[in-house]
């Protein structure tokens, strides 16, 4: 298991759940489709890491790397 901040453009994964975020912060995840079990696929990562766009239910949505590393994922193949 990993997190968001640590994949690269083209992988795809399993949402498995979030790292010590605050409750206020899990819950504007949660409202953007980022619930455990939902696959994502990350689209592409800035030069420097911030933001990272990623797919997940058919919407594309970007992801300040603070923001990314609290999601952590499953790696699929």
């Known amino acids: 298991m990993t997190t968001l ?7 795809h994964g399993r949402v498995q759940g979030f ?11 949660l409202s953007m ?9 990350v689209i592409r990562v800035a030069p420097l890491g911030d933001p990272v766009e990623i797919r997940v239910r058919g ?4 992801l300040r790397k603070d923001e990314a590393a609290a999601l952590l994922v499953e ?3």
């Open 59 to 62: 919407c594309s949505i970007s």
């Open 19 to 29: 790292n010590a975020a605050t409750p206020a912060y899990r819950r504007k995840l």
């Open 75 to 77: 790696g699929l193949s």
């Open 33 to 41: 489709g980022l619930t455990p079990g939902a696959e994502i696929q």
């Open 5 to 11: 901040k640590d994949m690269k453009a083209g992988d």
